[in-house]
């Protein structure tokens, strides 16, 4: 209740006199009316169930809420404000790297920040090795796929972007064929809605069937067997951007406290993002998760 009450007047102190704190988002993701539904009401600084209301993946809008947390908690008080952009994989870098952008309100591949770690602010990671579980999801009415064994999984199409590179390193690691495809994620469901491809790896809705509704299309995961995404996640801010240092330093420090009271791992367990229903499924690509000794 302590920390609760601590937020609410870091925020109703502040929020009035000082301007908005602008954040990047993804436009082409509906993040806007998701995240609004997932708050249904909620300041966002009170949040401290992390409970879906809704079916359907949640780890963006969880990460949206976190990074305002840790901010305010890290001494960061003006309200953030969320800016659409049409970003495609590469030119998100571009704009973090010339100071366009202040930094981006999700969570970002190691592999991916590698080549830019000149130009970022890094945050530990959010996401350890190991936690990201993809759900190999198919249409609903594709009965065949849905059926498959661990040992048939070589019949499976699988459509990936090879731009993502942590998801293909993965998916070339397991029997399945890989169908490279570079467009956009609602583009790739489209092909699995289309029997054009029979598979994508996305990591697991909410809810009891773990099935995934978009635009009013049921995609449900194959039973019984999963991905590992082998990386880990991390904020980044933009060492470029006038603001960057001194943001940087309130989100990391802001990130610490939740980390040390639980938050995190609270907030991806309750949103269904690391899923009690898959812990005992079979892991397709193994030979990639190195065992702690």
């Not at 997932?38 to 401290?48: A, E, H, K, P, Q």
């Not at 994508?200 to 978009?214: H, K, T, W």
């Amino acid at each position: 209740m302590k920390y609760v009450f601590y937020l609410f007047m870091l925020f109703s102190s502040s929020v009035a006199a000082k301007p908005a704190l602008v954040i990047d988002i993804l436009s082409n993701e509906n993040f806007s009316e998701r995240y609004s539904a997932f708050l249904n009401g909620r300041d966002v600084l009170s949040i401290t169930d992390f409970t879906a209301n809704t079916d359907g993946s949640h780890l963006e809008i969880v990460e949206m809420i976190l990074l305002q947390q840790a901010l305010y908690l890290g001494g960061e008080t003006r309200p953030v404000e969320f800016r659409a952009q049409p970003w495609a994989a590469n030119t998100e870098f571009d704009a973090l790297i010339d100071g366009t952008s202040l930094m981006l309100a999700r969570s970002m591949w190691h592999e991916d920040i590698l080549n830019y770690r000149g130009s970022l602010y890094v945050s530990d990671a959010v996401i350890e090795f190991g936690q990201y579980e993809a759900g190999l999801y198919v249409s609903a009415d594709n009965l065949q796929a849905q059926q498959l064994q661990l040992s048939q999984l070589n019949k499976l199409t699988v459509v990936v972007n090879p731009r993502w590179h942590v998801d293909w390193r993965a998916l070339i690691n397991t029997p399945m064929s890989a169908i490279s495809y570079i467009g956009p994620w609602e583009e790739m469901l489209a092909m699995v809605k289309a029997n054009v491809v029979d598979a994508m790896m996305i990591n697991f809705s909410v809810g009891a069937n773990l099935d995934l509704n978009y635009e009013g299309h049921l995609f449900t995961p194959i039973k019984n067997v999963k991905v590992v995404l082998p990386d880990t996640r991390h904020f980044v801010v933009s060492k470029n951007h006038p603001q960057g240092k001194e943001v940087a330093q309130a989100l990391f420090t802001g990130l610490n406290v939740l980390r040390q009271r639980g938050i995190i791992n609270k907030a991806f367990q309750q949103s269904g993002f690391i899923n009690q229903q898959v812990k005992d499924w079979q892991v397709v690509n193994q030979q990639m998760i190195v065992t702690k000794q």
